[in-house]
């Protein structure tokens, strides 16, 4: 196989780009994680990313993640999985066994499922939860008294095994920088919000920016960038 340059030149040009933008919203060098969203690429992709030193990734569908990231841990045991897209509950078995983390958990009955799996694995899992704050209909939490719900049912001790780090959320697909901005800034205020409900928590990852939004998501405090098309090219 050959290794596909293009992907190592792709990932330090948004390293590069990342950089910047965070010392163009006046934030610390690298207080802001890459994440390489390898959805509807294949495994050989996911190794030439590696080679370019990136091991953080994030995938959508339990089932393509579950194709190609047992082989990537056994050859790469330091390398992570995040899972991004919206998680059937049945789906959530296989999910903890792959993930360090769930990023899109958008209803209380998730975390339910996430625990009793996690309990059975004695194993603990990170997780993010999802706020909606876009203007279309998306997935997510849609209010912030849900999130407070959530929040205090884990803390509340009814879900030993999750670990509540921040929140992820989608900017509305539009060219209009102004309502991607909103979208961001939305989040990280509702954030400080339910940092400042829940201390006995650290809820300081905020999961947001794409291809076409990071460099905004940076000035708005993202904490995770979720890069899938300029890494990886087109999706097919
Ligand atoms: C696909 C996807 C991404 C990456 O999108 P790009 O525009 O290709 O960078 C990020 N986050 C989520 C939730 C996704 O589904």
């Given at each position: 196989m050959l290794m596909n340059e293009q992907i190592k030149i792709n990932i330090e040009k948004i390293r590069t780009q990342i950089k910047e933008a965070e010392i163009k919203a006046g934030r610390k060098a690298g207080s802001v994680k890459l994440l390489a969203?390898?959805?509807?690429?294949?495994v050989e992709a996911v190794y030439d990313a590696i080679a370019a030193g990136q091991m953080d990734f994030g995938e959508n569908r339990v089932q393509e993640a579950c194709s190609k990231f047992p082989e990537v841990f056994q050859k790469f045991p330091e390398a992570k999985l995040h899972i991004i897209g919206q998680l059937q509950t049945n789906k959530v078995k296989k999910a903890v066994e792959i993930?360090?983390?769930?990023?899109?958990?958008?209803?209380i009955e998730l975390v339910k499922e996430i625990e009793k799996q996690c309990a059975r694995l004695e194993k603990k899992i990170e997780i993010l939860l999802e706020f909606h704050t876009g203007e279309?209909?998306?997935?997510?939490?849609?209010t912030e008294e849900s999130l407070e719900e959530t929040l205090e049912y884990i803390s509340s001790g009814n879900a030993p095994h999750i670990i509540p780090r921040g929140f992820m959320t989608m900017a509305p697909f539009t060219d209009d920088e102004e309502k991607i901005r909103k979208s961001f800034s939305i989040m990280k205020q509702t954030a400080e919000k339910m940092q400042a409900r829940f201390k006995?928590?650290?809820?300081?990852?905020l999961s947001m920016g794409m291809t076409h939004d990071f460099e905004i998501a940076i000035q708005e405090g993202s904490t995770e960038v979720r890069v899938g098309t300029a890494i990886f090219g087109q999706r097919i």
């Open positions: 969203v390898s959805k509807f690429h294949p993930a360090s983390m769930i990023e899109s958990v958008d209803r279309e209909s998306k997935s997510g939490f849609k006995n928590f650290n809820l300081d990852e």
